[in-house]
């Protein structure tokens, strides 16, 4: 069953502004994954946090991870307008391989 | 490098017709998996396999049949097609190590009247 649940389902914000997507799951895990969808195409791996840590930074994005409420935070800063996309997470599943994917987060950026 | 191909891009079928959607990764991935992707219900797990010769259900499996002969494919057989089954199907590999990132194709479109 879908592990990972993305809050808001959507998101509208203008250019410049912070876009932060929720993720809650149910069971414990070893790592997390988010991921991107532009419209038409498929996934793309944007960042993995693991177990032991709490924060991770990747450009823009900023990971936050709290294993004792299960759940995930991805920050977006000064968004763009080609940030639009959807985001979805992921945790691991089947020791670690084909994950299971939450229902995403629709990000949109107006210039 | 291509990464992951999936063919046909779109796909029409009629209802209790087969067909075969096509998965090649060129990265010399172990595993490989199918999603189906639906409006609100994201990405649910087909079957997925952690090596040639090795497959196993996800959370949807019903319908749908794999075979992995080699590394580099891994089709994904409709036997009877449904019009449940209208969908956008990915396909992706991973690489061997534990946390490896998941790596997909565009997809395929199926529609089932």
């Known amino acids: 069953s879908q592990q990972g649940e993305e809050d808001p389902q959507a998101l509208s914000i203008q250019e410049g502004e912070n876009a932060t997507m929720n993720c809650s799951y149910k069971?414990?895990?070893?790592?997390l994954q988010w991921y991107r969808q532009n419209s038409g195409r498929g996934l793309v791996h944007l960042i993995l946090?693991?177990?032991?840590?709490r924060e991770k930074h990747s450009g823009r994005l900023r990971v936050t991870l709290d294993t004792s409420k299960k759940s995930s935070s991805l920050l977006i800063t000064a968004s763009r307008a080609a940030d639009t996309a959807s985001y979805f997470c992921?945790?691991?599943?089947?020791?670690?391989?084909?994950?299971?994917f939450g229902k995403g987060t629709s990000l949109l950026v107006t210039p | 490098n291509a990464g992951v191909t999936q063919t046909p891009k779109f796909q029409v079928l009629k209802t209790g017709q087969s067909m075969t959607l096509q998965c090649a990764q060129d990265?010399?991935?172990?595993?490989m998996s199918w999603y189906r992707q639906d409006p609100g219900m994201g990405l649910r797990l087909i079957h997925y396999?952690?090596?040639?010769?090795?497959?196993d259900q996800g959370e949807v499996p019903n319908g749908y049949n794999v075979s992995r002969s080699t590394t580099e494919d891994f089709p994904l057989r409709l036997l009877s097609a449904a019009p449940s089954q209208t969908s956008v199907y990915f396909c992706?590999?991973?690489?061997?190590?534990?946390?490896?990132?998941?790596?997909f194709g565009n997809g395929t479109r199926l529609t089932v009247t």
């Open positions: 946090i693991r177990s032991n840590e």
């Open positions: 990265m010399n991935h172990e595993y």
């Open positions: 992706a590999s991973q690489g061997a190590s534990y946390n490896s990132p998941l790596h």
């Open positions: 069971t414990s895990i070893n790592n």
């Open positions: 992921a945790t691991d599943a089947n020791s670690g391989y084909a994950l299971n």
């Open positions: 396999s952690v090596g040639a010769g090795i497959t």
